[in-house]
């Protein structure tokens, strides 16, 4: 009983958390929204699917429909998340095999949609770059309030940071305590280089203490901003918030400034976790059955 007591207030930790994200990326830009977000982190395991999809469900339940598109080509997890099982995905979509509404699939949250993509794609980096692609994003950006990309980690596959390029904002999912600063720095460097409007960092697997949301903040100043500050924001102080998420570009600057002289090291270090990632992510592709197809 206790036990799930404490499940059920996780859970609605990680929808007010999931709700606090997505009015921080409304508030960042009211004038144009973001319509069109790139879920990606520096290492494998972050966090990013399970961001990808409580983001998802926030923008659902909020009343804008939503579609989640699974776009890590190398490691599917978002259909067996969401308990569907798509007839087809974005691959047959982009050589007319199948029409785009019939591969997209409907999911038991109202508003939100879901386009999955099959498995063993032996070249997703190339058909993320094609001008196909690009082309299915910007219908899918026309016919939906909001798309959420969930990509494989960018300091592993170029992936992300290509598909960075064509939506409106990427967010930068980071697991404190875990990941490398450097490891970090560097996937926040890729993602510039590639032109990404980076909206920030989302902390993952912070503690939930009951008053605590799952995700926490931070300012530019490396400050964490608790759930208590948030729940009781007004109007101000949630703007204030979501300048302090906005801040991952200065977060990240600082982190780069910090690295200092290390970078040099660290750079060596980071290539060589990076490569360990591609050959332990191909290994483990589809792991624990948890993809649908
Ligand atoms: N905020 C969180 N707190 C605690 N556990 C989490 C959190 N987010 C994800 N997890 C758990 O961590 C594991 C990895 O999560 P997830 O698949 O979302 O990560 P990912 O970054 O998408 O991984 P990959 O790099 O393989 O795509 C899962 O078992 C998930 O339940
Ligand atoms: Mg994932």
Redesign the pocket.
């Known amino acids: 009983m206790a036990k799930k007591k404490k499940q059920s207030s996780n859970a609605l930790e ?1 929808q007010n958390a999931a709700k606090t994200l997505f009015a921080n990326i409304r508030f960042m830009s009211p004038d144009a929204p973001i319509k069109s977000l790139v879920v990606t ?1 520096s290492v ?8 990808s999809v409580e983001l998802a469900r926030a923008i659902a339940t909020s009343g804008k429909t939503v579609l989640l598109v699974e776009a ?1 080509m190398r ?1 599917r ?1 978002l259909a067996g998340m969401l308990g569907v099982r798509p007839a087809a995905g974005a691959y047959s979509v982009l050589t007319d095999a199948t029409p785009l509404n019939a591969a997209i699939a409907a999911t038991t949250t109202p508003n939100l949609y879901f386009l999955d993509v099959e498995p063993n794609i032996p070249n997703p980096a190339d058909i993320i770059s094609s001008k196909r692609y690009h082309k299915l994003v910007k219908m899918l950006e026309d016919t939906y309030d909001y798309v959420v990309f ?1 990509t ?2 960018v300091g592993t596959f170029v992936d992300a940071a290509i598909l960075s390029t064509m939506v409106d904002g990427t967010i930068l ?1 980071v697991k404190p305590n875990s990941t490398k600063r450097a490891e970090v720095v560097d996937a926040y460097e890729q993602l510039k280089k590639a032109d990404a409007n980076v909206l920030g960092i989302c902390a ?3 503690e939930g203490t009951g008053s605590e949301y ?2 926490a903040y931070y300012t530019s100043s490396g400050e964490r901003v608790k759930a208590g500050d948030v729940a009781a924001a007004s109007g101000r102080s949630a703007a204030a918030d979501a300048r302090g998420a906005a801040s991952g570009r200065a977060a990240a600057a600082s982190a780069r400034g910090a690295a200092g002289s290390g970078a040099e090291r660290g750079a060596g270090r980071v290539a060589a976790s990076q490569a360990a990632n591609r050959a332990g ?1 191909a290994r ?1 592709e589809g792991r624990g059955g948890r993809a649908a197809r």
């Open positions: 990680v982190s494998p395991n972050e966090g990013k699917s399970t961001c890590d490691r997890t969930d494989p980690p999912i993952t697997f912070c799952y995700y992510y483990s």
